[in-house]
């Protein structure tokens, strides 16, 4: 099954700007939509960002459009988020999943088969 680990969260201020990696560490990553995913305390996890398997079509969800971009290098079997001007509500576990990559362009729908990892932890404060 496809294994993903992210990393990059870290403390920042707000306003600063941070890069999310996730790595397919068993399997070629070229064949899967991706997205991001975020829980904060106490809520549900949400929609943040997804890709299609080349990489042309994206989706974000309203409240990051402008301020995040998902990518991804399918040679490096990675896609990335970066988070630019970063706020406090922003603060949550991320996470990445695949994703129905038809649906991409309408709603990051996780896949069935997804297993969700460990997340990594982005704290924004002032």
């Known amino acids: 099954q496809l294994q993903l680990v992210e990393s990059g969260g870290d403390l920042v201020q707000p306003g600063g700007s941070l890069r999310l990696s996730c790595v397919a560490s068993?399997?070629?990553?070229?064949?899967?939509?991706i997205g991001w995913f975020r829980q904060a305390p106490g809520k549900e996890r949400e929609e943040v960002a997804c890709i299609t398997p080349s990489g042309i079509s994206t989706n974000y969800a309203d409240s990051v459009k402008g301020r995040f971009t998902i990518s991804r290098d399918n040679a490096a079997r990675t896609v990335y988020l970066q988070m630019n001007g970063l706020k406090a509500q922003d603060t949550a576990v991320y996470y990445c999943?695949?994703?129905?990559?038809?649906?991409?362009?309408?709603?990051?729908?996780?896949?069935?088969?997804?297993?969700w990892g460990q997340g990594t932890q982005v704290t924004v404060f002032s």
């Open positions: 068993r399997f070629p990553l070229d064949s899967y939509g």
């Open positions: 999943a695949p994703v129905n990559p038809v649906l991409v362009q309408v709603k990051c729908v996780v896949a069935e088969y997804a297993i």
